[in-house]
């Protein structure tokens, strides 16, 4: 690629996202750019990459290089061990993401449910049960005696 020439932005970039290039990022960080490679060879990066093959980072690849930093720096967690915490991380909110749509979904429910008649609805249900009462059970408390052993095998 001649000098001086801006890397063309990735297929499919959305028309008013930032794109930063290696060098930028690595001198706005205080880093080496191989340890940005190395980040990408580990997987805990992962920048989206020009039609010449420059890697080029989005605000969101800044922000996860900023949680990298603060637990390499910051908590002295190794590399291994950021790729869990990122990972579970990335649980958390698509978790959180399910729950939050589901917690919708029966708000919907419950508001169709007020508008419907919720007791017809309950009426219908597949699995009815009559109310019980709550039956305490005792467990049997183990006794201190020693278990009769058994009679040695092989012997009749």
Known sequence: MPRGRRPTRPPGAAPGQRFYMISTLAQSYGIHQQTLRMYEREGLLKPSRSEGNTRLYTDEDMKRL??????????GVNLAGIDVILKLRAQIEQMQKEMNEFVSWVREEMKQGAREGFAERLEQALVRLPPQAIVRVE???PSSEPAASAPPAGRD
């Open 66 to 75: 900023e949680m990298i930093l603060s637990l390499s720096r910051d908590l």
């Open 139 to 141: 467990t049997p408390r």
